[in-house]
């Protein structure tokens, strides 16, 4: 099962664009998630105590743990987020929140370390930027860490395509050439 996680906003979403000219290389049956229409709430203090009684009696079968569960699941996962204030939206923070599950989405050996349980061999990490993305491309580097220490996804593959703003440049070409990186990872 591939997972989409669809973070984009805009109805004209350069990500997605990408993101779906991804989708179309893979194969397998996809769930979707829009965060825009789901709206994962953040985490407050009633929700991180109801999640820390469940984890407890390692009951998972709340519809709080359904974004978790369908993450452990799936095989292939890509991420559309776009690159906002040097990261993403803030749904995709309150979407990696909902999935940082012990016991469902990882746990913890006796020398603490985190141990991941997902079934993923890899995530795409789809976005795209106005700008030049920064070198620490710090949203991609938190999923990144997340999904390789604490889920056990041993790759984690970045597609980006940036400076889509900068007067003068060729958006069209910008957005060929990403899919063309694409194109590549699956040796067409």
Do not use: H
């Amino acid at each position: 099962m591939i997972l989409y996680v669809d973070g984009t906003v805009r109805k004209e979403s350069r990500t997605r664009e990408l993101s779906d000219y991804l989708l179309k290389k893979m194969n397998g049956q996809v769930e979707y998630v829009k965060l825009e229409k789901e709206k994962p709430l953040p985490m407050d203090a009633q929700t991180l105590t109801m999640r820390s009684d469940l984890t407890k009696n390692k009951d998972f079968s709340a519809p709080y743990f359904r974004y978790a569960r369908q993450f452990a699941r799936a095989d292939e996962i890509i991420l559309s987020a776009p690159y906002w204030d040097l990261s993403f939206p803030a749904s995709v923070k309150a979407y990696l929140e909902s999935i940082c599950i012990t016991g469902l989405t990882f746990y913890y050996s006796d020398a603490g370390i985190p141990v991941g349980m997902c079934r993923a061999e890899r995530l795409y990490y789809v976005t795209t930027a106005g700008g030049t993305i920064t070198e620490e491309a710090y949203g991609y580097g938190y999923v990144k860490a997340l999904a390789q220490e604490m889920f056990g996804i041993k790759e984690v593959i970045l597609i980006k395509a940036e400076n889509f703003d900068i007067i003068g440049n060729d958006q069209a070409g910008i957005l060929s050439e990403a899919k063309r990186e694409i194109d590549k990872l699956f040796f067409i």
